[in-house]
């Protein structure tokens, strides 16, 4: 097999991808590979390649961000960073992280999001999520990507919708606090990306998350 041919079979698969997310509706809360620790956040098959300018870049798979997209550019996080874990981040367990390849990353663990089989926002997230909703308001650079990760539990086509309604679900809150829809992306990874062994309770809980990116493109 060509590279070109991969990279068109790819490409395909990534449209497919993103027509899926258009389906989902609010009423859902529109909402075999292993990357074990890489914090994957690959494969925005929902509109990367426009939110980038460039939809050639969607057309990879990686670990995150950078390896998709990149027209990503370095970003000053520190002020949007720390508005994030005084909103009660922390006490929640959500993650805020700098990542390499200059996103930003809210990693948003199930536990405090969803509950189990559920693709509607718990209201404790709330002021997390209003706090990223109020960083993209008065930062119009910044875009956001939602990707949603599940454990290996059940059925691949199961949790590829379940991961992909709850990023939809993360995408629609945005959307609500009145960030433009065409500054957000999502997507549902199932459980193709985990970032620990499904074999343990500890390990299922820690692969059932949405990470959400906040980056910066070239102009």
Same mark, same amino acid.
Request: contains cysteine; charged residues 15%; neutral net charge.
């Given at each position: 097999?060509?590279?070109?041919?991969?990279?068109?079979r790819?490409?395909a698969?990534?449209?497919?991808?993103a027509?899926? @997310? =258009?389906?989902?509706?609010?009423?859902?809360?529109?909402g075999?590979?292993? #990357?074990t *620790? /890489?914090?994957? &956040? %690959?494969?925005?098959? @929902? =509109?990367?390649?426009?939110?980038?300018?460039?939809?050639s870049?969607?057309? #990879?798979i *990686? /670990?995150g961000l &950078? %390896?998709?997209?990149?027209?990503?550019?370095g970003?000053?996080?520190?002020?949007?960073?720390?508005d994030?874990?005084?909103?009660?981040?922390q &006490?929640?367990?959500?993650d805020?992280?700098?990542?390499?390849d200059?996103?930003l990353?809210?990693?948003?663990?199930?536990?405090?999001s969803?509950?189990s089989?559920?693709?509607?926002?718990?209201p404790?997230l709330?002021?997390?999520l209003?706090?990223?909703?109020?960083?993209?308001?008065?930062?119009p650079e910044?875009?956001?990507?939602?990707?949603?990760?599940?454990?290996?539990?059940g059925?691949l086509?199961?949790?590829?919708?379940?991961?992909?309604?709850?990023a939809?679900?993360?995408?629609?809150?945005?959307?609500?606090r009145?960030v433009?829809?065409?500054?957000?992306?999502?997507e549902?990874?199932?459980?193709?990306?985990?970032?620990a062994?499904?074999?343990?309770?500890?390990?299922?809980?820690?692969?059932?998350?949405?990470?959400?990116?906040?980056?910066?493109?070239?102009?």
């Amino acid at each position: 097999m060509t590279m070109t041919y991969k990279f068109t079979r790819l490409a395909a698969g990534l449209t497919m991808a993103a027509m899926l @997310a =258009g389906c989902a509706t609010t009423n859902m809360s529109t909402g075999g590979r292993t #990357a074990t *620790g /890489a914090g994957a &956040g %690959a494969a925005l098959g @929902a =509109g990367l390649g426009v939110l980038i300018g460039d939809s050639s870049k969607a057309a #990879a798979i *990686g /670990a995150g961000l &950078g %390896a998709l997209a990149g027209g990503i550019v370095g970003y000053n996080w520190s002020g949007i960073k720390n508005d994030v874990e005084q909103s009660g981040a922390q &006490g929640l367990g959500v993650d805020v992280t700098e990542m390499p390849d200059g996103s930003l990353r809210v990693n948003l663990p199930s536990g405090v999001s969803f509950d189990s089989g559920q693709a509607v926002l718990k209201p404790a997230l709330t002021p997390v999520l209003d706090s990223v909703a109020r960083a993209l308001r008065q930062h119009p650079e910044l875009k956001a990507a939602a990707i949603g990760h599940t454990d290996s539990t059940g059925s691949l086509q199961l949790n590829e919708r379940l991961s992909l309604e709850r990023a939809n679900a993360v995408r629609m809150f945005l959307i609500e606090r009145d960030v433009s829809a065409s500054r957000i992306a999502a997507e549902g990874r199932g459980p193709n990306y985990p970032v620990a062994s499904n074999d343990t309770a500890e390990g299922r809980a820690q692969n059932r998350r949405v990470e959400l990116y906040l980056f910066a493109t070239q102009q």
